[in-house]
T-cell receptor, first 114, second 112 residues
Framework: NAGVTQTPKFRILKIGQSMTLQCAQD?????MYWYRQDPGMGLKLIYY???????DKGEVPNGYNVSRSTTEDFPLRLELAAPSQTSVYFC?????????????FGPGTRLTVT | QQPVQSPQAVILREGEDAVINCSSS?????VHWYRQKHGEAPVFLMI?????EQKGHDKISASFNEKKQQSSLYLTASQLSYSGTYFC?????????????FGQGTELSVKP
């Protein structure tokens, strides 16, 4: 099992550009999450999904969009990139939303917006 | 709503012990602990649930005081491999849908 994979690993965007961060998992997990981590800070939830076709906002959703057409994939779309979106983005998945299930994280995408 | 972790940073010599705390201003249903090494993804360590159930790493212990709304992670006889940033993530209600609210992290450095 590859676990949770993310592409790209690094990306530099100019202000106003758009991009999609890819996330895939091969563990047949129902729940998937997108977090951002700013330097020296904890993880903030951007969006999450409880299954294919169902997504909802987290703590910091502004400037982002998601979709989930399959169980495996959960891409994150940045529209009109801004310097405030410079961060490391982690995708995670868990078998269930029950509090007893751990989350598995991907390796992250380091994004710089200049 | 973000839990508060203490200390913010700690430096240890190999073999020393450390305690990392995670406190919430609201009642907690569950506390998750993760460790993140520099430049890597967070990795699951432990889950503590209301009522006393625990799940996780054999070599790491933790406690969950529901009345104090606090959890502590105990790192004993530390090894170099324990270095990293430790995060607690909390769930406040049963049907929070797995959405963890993370603390700001505690950076642990273990020196030879």
């Amino acid at each position: 099992n590859a676990g949770v994979t993310q592409t790209p690993k690094f990306r530099i965007l100019k202000i106003g550009q758009s991009m999609t961060l890819q996330c895939a998992q091969d563990m047949n997990h129902n729940y998937m999450y997108w977090y951002r981590q700013d330097p020296g800070m904890g993880l903030k939830l951007i969006y999450y999904s409880v299954g294919a076709g169902i997504t909802d906002k987290g703590e910091v959703p502004n400037g982002y969009n998601v979709s989930r057409s399959t169980t495996e994939d959960f891409p994150l779309r940045l529209e009109l990139a801004a310097p405030s979106q410079t961060s490391v983005y982690f995708c995670a998945s868990s078998y269930s939303g029950d509090a007893s299930y751990e989350q598995y994280f991907g390796p992250g995408t380091r994004l710089t917006v200049t | 709503q973000q839990p508060v972790q203490s200390p913010q940073a700690v430096i240890l010599r190999e073999g020393e012990d450390a305690v990392i705390n995670c406190s919430s201003s609201k009642a907690l249903y569950s506390v998750h602990w993760y460790r993140q090494k520099h430049g890597e993804a967070p990795v699951f360590l432990m889950i503590l649930l209301k009522g006393g159930e625990q799940k996780g790493h054999d070599k790491i212990s933790a406690s969950f005081n529901e009345k104090k709304q606090q959890s502590s992670l105990y790192l004993t006889a530390s090894q170099l491999s324990y270095s990293g940033t430790y995060f607690c993530g909390v769930i406040m209600i049963y049907n929070q849908g797995g959405k963890l609210i993370f603390g700001q992290g505690t950076e642990l450095s273990v020196k030879p």
